[in-house]
């Protein structure tokens, strides 16, 4: 790890969550998509117009507030304290198409850690509620993500089970004062939590900033598709559930 890199950490200790960032005001958001006429995709498949979900976690480290709609419109609204992750989060929601909210006010003060790690949890654990049984779904997807000089691929399938293949060692420690070894945490969190097989490889790159984008990128390209409708009746699996 070049020391050159390393840049000197920002004061974190007194992370910017804004104040009307109250919990109900996820439940609102979600509540008041409920509302919104999908005519089309609620014909279809039950879990389509169910596929969304709200999350409350507390721990003595962090507390989040997370709202995730599976088939939305790209919208998100992320204060985690940490302005790179909310970067990445935002990127995440607007390229998987997803709806995200997430208020996490966390022990900013330690590191970034205990903050992207449990977001990952929380997430993890929405897309699994949100997926409810998974008929009719493609259940697998692999994304190529291009950024710039960055090339990186996702690929994951939703069988249940987790398993994370993230083998990437970043050559800086931090972009701004997010803490680049909390990719992969954020990663193995997602998958553990929402069952899920996670490969994430880097083909390609030289900036830090451009790789975990891609990332990032690549992975919701990749649930963008594994959780939008096969065509297929009923789930894919020869066990008859996943
Ligand atoms: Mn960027």
Known sequence: MAKKNIKKPVPVSKPEVKEEKKPEAVKEVVAAK???????????????????SVLK???????????????????????TGVGFFDHMLESFAKHGNFDLKIVAKGDLNVDTHHTVEDVGIVLGQAIKEALSDKAGINRYASFIMPMDDALVLASIDLCGRSYLNFNYEFKTERVGYFETETVKEFFRAVSDNAGMNIHIKVLDGENTHHIIEAMFKAFANALRISVSKSGREGVLSTKGTI
């Not at 919104?36 to 969304?52: F, G, I, L, R, S």
């Not at 976690?57 to 997370?66: F, V």
């Open 34 to 52: 409920k509302t919104e006429e999908k005519p089309e995709m609620e014909k279809k498949e039950e879990n389509v117009k169910v596929a969304e």
């Open 57 to 79: 976690r507390k721990t003595k480290e962090t507390d989040i507030t997370l709202g995730l709609r599976l088939y939305g419109e790209g919208k998100a609204d992320c204060n």
